[in-house]
Structures are given as C-alpha cells and as structure tokens.
C-alpha cells in the first residue's frame, strides 16, 4: 500500500488530488496536509513514496512555503511533484529542479496528467535499481554523459552535475535513444506532462541546452532539425 501525501491549502484541490490517486490506487494512504507546518511534522514522522504539493501555501511565511518542504526533503527519493499555478511555468521548473523537485504540473491539473505522471513517480521509487542500469546502458555511446536516477546527481555531464526535471530528462533520454538521428516532435510529446506543443517543449530543450552549458560551455551535441524536432549528434 502506498504512503503518499497531499500538500495544499484549498480543501477542494486537496480533495480533488486526494480522490484523483484513490481513482488510481483504490488502497493507498492518502495524507492531507493543509498548512507547511503540519506537512512538515507529517514528513517526519512518515516514510511516504510520494508527496504532491502546493508551492503556494498561504499568506505570510508560508507564501512560498512548498520550497520549505522541498528543501527539507531527499527528494530524489522521495519523488517530490510540484502542483502549482504559479505564472511563468518555464521558469518556475528551473527553479524547482535546481531544488530536486521531481517534475512540475501547472494547475489547472487534468486526471489524465496527474495520473501519468504519480505513476511514474511511484515505478521510480520501485525501481531505482533498474532505472540506473538502464541509463548506464542508455548511455554507452555517449562516453561523457552519466544517467543514474537512483542518485541525487541524476544527470552527470564531464563529471559534473547537470540539474534537469524529469520531464527534461525523458526529453534527453529520448534523444539518446535515437542517437544521431532525427526525434520528430510528436515523439517528445509522449514524455510531456502538460502543454504537449512545440512551444513548450522548445522551452524545455532551450532549459536543457542552457542546463548543459552551464557545466560545460562548448556544450553543442543538441541539434534543431527545423520543422521536424530535435537530435543528440555524437557523430559530427
């Protein structure tokens, strides 16, 4: 039976994500916390698989009090969703992968959506094990990239720790998996939570490009194929 919390201060969307994961898992124990302070005595007291929380906790102190809770967290293990309807959501999912955050949905939130994406959380608290196997083997022909989501240092780049969302790391791994070929769009769009568009995801692949850079700036292996999507060029 999964342990998972729901963090958010409007009772009805609280209700909601607590009726959206008994929809998925008809025995799991749903935790509702409506303010950061009993989230906080929750989580330590409380070994959960998951936590789904607000950013946006209320007036004052806890106007921002989601990043209290994240900050107090191993989130890599913990899978730490990020709910929000905060404005300017391509820059806010910077801000909470730099925090380990373990992906961002912008509110208003479908069951669809939601249940795609705790599911995910949940087969990676499964399976960790497995997921680092399966980067190390993704990652062969590509000798200075490192993918072990069972470390906090998910992403490694010349050694060197790159801070993505997982939503930007299914982008990448996307990429590697058809190494030094052409990834149309509508194949990226499969591992997009929210705003399947080419928009949105060029924003991502600018946020990984950038990500990146910041480790290593002769970075250039991400390639804009114009009108078609994107490639990872180890060959050139």
């Excluded at 009993?38 to 007291?45: D, P």
Aim: proline letters at 3%; one cysteine or more; charged letters at 30%.
């Amino acid at each position: 039976m999964y342990k998972i919390a729901v963090i958010e201060d409007n009772c009805a969307t609280n209700d909601k994500f607590k009726s959206f994961l008994l929809s998925i898992w008809q025995d799991c124990d749903v935790k509702q916390y409506l303010t950061v302070d009993t989230a906080l005595e929750g989580l330590r007291t409380i070994n959960f698989d998951l936590i789904v929380s607000d950013i946006d906790l209320g007036d004052g102190t806890d106007r921002y009090g989601g990043l209290k809770i994240i900050k107090a967290l191993d989130s890599q293990r913990t899978p730490f969703l990020v709910v929000s309807g905060l404005p300017q959501p391509e820059i806010h999912r910077g801000i909470f992968a730099a925090l380990d955050a373990w992906d961002y949905l912008q509110k208003p939130v479908t069951f669809t959506d939601f249940a795609k994406q705790v599911k995910r959380a949940i087969a990676f608290r499964n399976e960790q094990k497995e997921e680092s196997l399966h980067g190390d083997l993704l990652t062969q022909g590509v000798p200075d990239l490192e993918i072990d989501l069972s470390s906090r240092e998910m992403v490694k780049w010349k050694k060197k720790r790159v801070t993505l969302s997982m939503t930007q790391i299914r982008i990448l791994q996307k990429m590697i998996e058809n190494l030094n070929q052409q990834v149309k769009y509508e194949h990226f769009f499969l591992d997009i939570e929210t705003g399947r568009n080419k928009e949105n995801l060029r924003v991502h692949v600018a946020t990984i490009r950038e990500a990146f850079k910041a480790v290593d700036p002769t970075f250039n292996k991400i390639r804009t194929i114009t009108m078609i999507g994107y490639s990872w060029r180890e060959d050139e």
